[in-house]
């Protein structure tokens, strides 16, 4: 069975991981109140609002 001689760098690793986690244009949707574009799953920065409650004051 094939073992790698050395460990791999935490460096490396990330870079390796950094290829698969690029953001995809599907991860990408349009806020329905604010209409500002932003990733799924992550709460508007704008507004501070995530799945239609307050969870931060607003930026200003």
Known sequence: MAV???K???S???MRR?????FATKNIV???KSGEYRLSH???LKTGMYKGRQVLDPKE
């Open 8 to 10: 791999q760098t935490p």
């Open 4 to 6: 790698p001689k050395r």
């Open 12 to 14: 490396r690793t990330g």
């Open 18 to 22: 950094a290829q698969t986690m690029k």
């Open 42 to 44: 992550h709460l508007d």
């Open 30 to 32: 349009e806020d329905k």
